[in-house]
DNA sequence: GCGTCGATGGCA
DNA sequence: GCCATCGACGCG
C-alpha cells in the first residue's frame, strides 16, 4: 500500500494524543540535492499555555508566533545558542500546543545519528529557516507507510526541570527498547558481557 | 560508567 | 539571566 502523506485534519488533535500517533511515522525532508528518510521513534507533547514547560506558556510573542497558529506548520527554534529543535503544532488554531521530535532512526541506508532532538535536526538539515513552513507541502513532510505502531514507553519530559509540576506529567512517548532513543549509547555492542543476564 | 560543566546566541 | 542540548572531561 502506498505511504499516506499527513494533512492538517491528523495534526489538529491534541498534542499528546497527536505525539503518541507519530512514533513510527517517517520524516520527510526534501532539499534541491537530496532527499533526508527517517522513522520517528520518540517525541514529546507541549500542552500550551497551561504547560508551564512550553513556550507558549510565555504567551504570543515574536518567538511563539507560529505556535500559537495552525496545526500542521513547523515551530523550528534555537536553543542553547546552537541547536535548532523542530517541533510540529498540533490542536486546533491558536492553542499554543506542539509535538516536539526527539529522536529517529534513518532510512534508506542513510548513516547518521538522530538520536536526540539537536542532533536530528542538524543531520537532516532542518534549521530556523524552516520556521512557519507547513508541513502538507513537498518540503518537510510526514508519512504514515502502515507500519504497525510500535508499543510506547511513557515518561517525563527532558530538560525542564524549571517546570514547576509539570516537569513530572508523562508527555515524552517513545518506541519501547528501541536502540534509536535519545540519550541511549551508540552501537558500540558488546563489552564485556561475562556472564548473560538472566 | 557516571556526574559535572562549558559552549553559544536569541529572547524577554 | 535564562534555556525543550550535546559532548568533553575527570574520576578512580
Redesign the pocket.
Known sequence: MRSRKLRRADYAQPADVLARELVGKLLVHRTAKQKYRARIVET?A?LGPVDL????S??L????KI?FGSPGFA?V???????D?F?IVAGHKESGQ???I??AEPLDGWKA?L??????T?AMHIT?QHNGIDLTGQTIFLLDDHTPPPALSVTP???????KHWKDAPLRFFAADHPAV??K?SASRP?SRPNPPR
Open positions: 514529546e507541549y514547560a512550553s513556550h507558549a510565555k504567551g510573542t515574536g518567538r511563539t505556535l515551530y527554534y534555537l536553543i542553547y545558542g546552537m541547536y529543535l517541533n506542539a509535538v516536539l526527539r529522536a545519528d538520536r536526540g532532538p539537536g542532533k536530528l542538524r530556523r519530559r527532558i530538560g525542564i526541570d524549571y517546570a535519545s540519550g549509547k563489552k
